[in-house]
């Protein structure tokens, strides 16, 4: 069973148009997170959620909006895409028992290209 | 602020040899650590982590790390390398960030090939 799945893996889309990306854990985790990772392969932390609520939320454009309808899924809708959105987007999650001995199971992320 | 600097981009060893991946932070408190390998198309997965106790901390895959306050260093450490860690391989530094959360800080990752 795949503990945290992501959907699509690929997608390429064009400027201007609106996407989702679709998160689920089946860990029973209570906090989940976005990461951006850039064609220079840095990983940058966007969102993270715990119990439905958001808690980082990094400096971003208001473009991007995280929701999370339930403890299990986080979805990450993109507005107005840009060129500059291309990139590997990768969802994680993490007990979330404010232990900073947790550990954040990464999943296996959504290359998105904007042409 | 945390930050996380691996020096190096890219190294290339041959099967069997020994590797080391330097890792180094820079955090006010007493630092959480982690090394992740990422392999070509896939996510992260969690090689070790360290939190306090023991320097030496063993991890998956035959890996170590050796924790090292006065030079504010986490180096990985294999002392046979396989074909099959070729991957990109990161060091990250944890921060609280409120209720159940923390953000990890990663450095830009280290490139191994590994020559058969």
């Known amino acids: 069973d795949t503990a945290v799945s992501q959907t699509p893996k690929y997608l390429v889309t064009q400027m201007g148009n609106d996407k989702s990306i679709k998160c689920e854990q089946n860990?029973?985790?209570?906090?989940m997170y976005w990461y951006k990772q850039d064609s220079k392969k840095f990983l940058k932390i966007m969102f993270s959620?715990?119990?439905?609520?958001?808690?980082i939320n990094e400096t971003v454009p208001n473009r991007f909006s995280p929701k999370s309808p339930d403890k299990a899924h986080l979805n990450l809708h993109i507005n107005s895409l840009e060129l500059g959105d291309s990139a590997v987007y990768f969802c994680?999650?993490?007990?979330?028992?404010?232990?900073?001995?947790?550990?954040?199971?990464f999943g296996p992320g959504t290359r998105l290209t904007v042409l | 602020a945390q930050s996380v600097t691996q020096p190096d981009i890219h190294i290339t060893v041959s099967e069997g040899a020994s590797l080391e991946l330097r890792c180094n932070y820079s955090?006010?408190?007493?630092?959480?650590l982690f090394w992740y390998v990422q392999s070509p198309g896939q996510g992260l997965q969690l090689l070790l982590k360290?939190?306090?106790?023991?320097?030496l901390v063993q991890g998956i895959k035959g890996f170590e790390a050796e924790f090292k306050r006065s030079q504010s260093s986490f180096n990985l450490r294999k002392p046979s390398v396989h074909w099959s860690d070729a991957a990109e391989y990161f060091c990250?530094?944890?921060?609280?960030?409120?209720?159940?959360?923390?953000?990890?800080?990663f450095g830009k990752g280290t490139k191994l090939s590994v020559i058969p």
């Open positions: 360290y939190f306090s106790g023991d320097t």
């Open positions: 955090y006010g408190a007493t630092p959480y």
């Open positions: 994680a999650s993490s007990p979330g028992d404010s232990s900073l001995t947790d550990t954040q199971y």
């Open positions: 990250a530094v944890a921060q609280r960030a409120g209720a159940g959360s923390y953000q990890l800080t």
């Open positions: 860990l029973g985790h209570d906090t």
């Open positions: 959620y715990n119990n439905k609520e958001l808690i």
